[in-house]
C-alpha cells in the first residue's frame, strides 16, 4: 500500500510546511506501528516550491479472515489501498485529518496546490472515482494496469491521482471516505459508531455530493438502519425547526461523546481510561478521531465489555477488562487522563467518596473529565421535579450542587477546575449535561 502527498509552496507558504500538517519531519525516515503492517513516511522531495511525502504500508498485518471469500496463500489484500489502508492512514495522520496542528494552527485552514496519488484502488463501485472525486473539484486521473498475460485484460487496481486547491485536512477526509467506496467493501465490524466517523468526515462536503446517497451506501457497507441514520443526519429526513427549516440535532449522547473527546485532545493526554466504558463508542471514537496513545477501558458488565471487545477488534489494540471504583485496582493507574462520563449518578451518594478517593487520590491522572445529568434540565424533558432521568440514576445534581461537588473535588485532592455543559442551553434550565474538567496542580511533580 502506498500513497504519495505533493503540495506547492508559494511566497506566504513554503511547501515544506506541510511538515507541521503531517506533523512529520521532511528531513526525516519514520516508521509507525499499526492493525495493517508497519508504515514509513518519508519525503522524496522536500523544498520551499515543493513538497512530496510518501507513505507506504508493508501490510503485514492484513490477514483475511474466512467471511471474506479470499484466498488466505494468493491475494492483493496486502497491497490494495481500500478500507485496510485508510486505517493505516488515520493512524499516522489522524491530528491532520481531525484538524489538529499544535505548532501552526494558522496552516489547517490554508488552501494549497495538492496532488494526492494512490495506488492499486480496487474498483469495485457502480461509481467511477471522476464521479466521486470530480463534484469537490479535483481533477482526476485514473491509470489502470494490463494483467499478465494481456488476454487478462485490465485490472480491476487502478492508480488513482487528484489535482486541485484544497486544504489538506478536507483532502485527506475524501480520501478516506472515498476509498473504501470505490473498493464497496470494509474489512472491518461497522455499526452505529461508523455514521458518527462519516458525518465527522464528511463535514462541509458530503451534504451538497451528487452522488452522496451511494458514499453513504457504501461507505456503511449497504446497512439499511446505518444508512437510514446518515441520511437523517444530512438533512434529507430531519425534522422541522419552527421556522420551517429543516435541521438535524445529534442526539445528546453523541454530541457528549464528542465534546469529551476534544477535551481529551486538549489536555495533551497520551493514555486514556474510560470508566464505565460501556459498548466501547468513546473509546471507538477516539481510535476514528487518530488517538495514537495507549487506550483502557473498565466496567462492571461483563456483557458490555463483550460489546466493546467486538466494536474495537478491529480497529486496534484497547485493553478492557471488568473492574469498579469501589475497590483499589493496581491496573487503572498511569493514565493521563481518565474519563467518568455518566457515572457518577449511578453510585449510591454515601459511597461517591470512595469512587472520588479511587480516581483523584489512588489513579491520580493528570486530567479527569466529569459528566453527569443536569437535574433542572429534566423540566425540559417534562419530567416531574422527583424524577430522575433514568431508573438506575442514585441521583442528579443541579448545577449549583455540581459546582459545589466539583470545588470540594478539587481542593481536597489539589486540582483545579473548570465547569462547562453538553447540549443547548435552555434559559433558566441550563444545558443537560454538565462538565468538569479538573487539572492536578503538582502534575509537572508526578508526571
Not at 43 to 69: I, N, Y
Not at 126 to 145: H, I, M, N, Q, Y
Not at 292 to 321: F, Q
Request: glycine share 8%; hydrophobic share 40%; proline share 5%.
Amino acid at each position: 500500500m502506498i500513497a504519495t502527498i505533493e503540495v506547492t509552496g508559494d511566497d506566504s507558504r513554503p511547501a515544506t510546511d506541510l511538515g507541521f500538517l503531517l506533523h512529520k519531519h521532511p528531513d526525516r525516515v519514520q516508521t509507525f506501528p499499526t492493525t495493517q503492517g508497519t508504515a514509513t513516511v518519508f519525503s522524496s522531495e522536500a523544498t520551499a516550491q515543493r513538497c512530496r511525502v510518501v507513505l507506504h504500508v508493508d501490510g503485514d498485518g492484513v490477514r483475511p479472515d474466512k467471511s471474506s471469500g479470499v484466498s488466505p496463500y494468493v491475494n492483493a489484500l496486502a497491497a490494495e489501498a481500500s478500507s485496510r489502508f485508510v486505517v493505516a492512514l488515520g493512524k499516522v495522520f489522524g491530528d491532520t485529518i481531525a484538524g489538529r496542528a499544535a505548532a501552526r494552527p494558522d496552516l489547517v485552514g490554508h488552501v494549497w496546490d495538492v496532488v494526492v496519488t494512490v495506488a492499486a484502488v480496487p474498483l469495485r463501485s457502480a461509481s467511477t472515482p471522476a464521479e466521486l472525486f470530480g463534484p469537490l473539484g479535483w481533477d482526476v486521473g485514473v491509470r489502470r494496469e494490463q494483467l499478465s498475460p494481456v488476454q487478462w485484460g485490465e485490472s480491476m487496481h487502478a492508480t488513482i491521482t487528484v489535482r486541485g486547491r484544497s486544504t489538506l485536512r478536507d483532502a485527506l477526509r475524501q480520501i478516506a471516505v472515498l476509498l473504501p467506496v470505490l473498493a464497496d467493501d470494509k474489512h472491518y465490524f461497522v455499526a452505529d459508531d461508523e455514521v458518527d466517523k462519516l458525518e465527522r468526515l464528511g463535514d462541509g462536503w458530503l451534504g451538497a455530493h451528487p452522488c452522496r446517497e451511494a458514499i453513504v451506501r457504501g461507505y456503511l457497507k449497504w446497512i439499511r438502519p446505518l444508512t437510514e441514520q446518515a441520511t437523517l443526519r444530512f438533512g434529507d429526513a430531519a425534522a422541522p425547526d419552527d421556522d420551517g427549516a429543516r435541521q438535524y440535532r445529534a442526539p445528546l449522547a453523541r454530541q457528549r461523546r464528542t465534546a469529551v473527546r476534544e477535551l481529551i485532545f486538549r489536555s495533551g493526554a497520551r493514555s486514556v481510561l474510560d470508566v464505565g466504558c460501556g459498548e466501547g463508542k468513546l473509546l471507538a471514537g477516539l481510535v476514528s478521531d487518530g488517538f495514537a496513545g495507549r487506550l483502557a477501558g473498565i466496567d462492571v458488565s461483563v456483557a458490555e465489555l463483550n460489546k466493546a471487545t467486538t466494536r474495537l477488534a478491529r480497529l486496534r489494540d484497547v485493553d478492557l477488562w471488568q473492574s469498579s471504583l469501589m475497590y483499589t485496582d493496581s491496573r487503572c493507574r498511569g493514565f493521563d487522563a481518565v474519563v467518568l462520563m455518566e457515572v457518577i449518578e449511578h453510585i449510591d451518594a454515601d459511597r461517591l467518596a470512595v469512587a472520588e478517593f479511587s480516581v483523584f487520590e489512588t489513579m491520580a491522572p493528570r486530567t479527569v473529565v466529569v459528566t453527569t445529568p443536569n437535574r433542572e434540565h429534566n423540566a425540559v424533558f417534562g419530567l416531574a421535579d422527583d424524577k430522575l432521568r433514568h431508573p438506575d440514576h442514585r441521583f442528579e445534581f443541579s448545577r449549583a450542587e455540581f459546582a459545589d461537588w466539583a470545588a470540594r473535588v478539587a481542593e481536597r485532592y489539589r486540582y483545579t477546575v473548570e465547569l462547562g455543559g453538553v447540549g443547548e442551553d435552555v434559559p433558566a434550565w441550563g444545558p443537560p449535561t454538565q462538565v468538569a474538567v479538573f487539572t492536578r496542580i503538582d502534575c509537572g511533580d508526578k508526571q
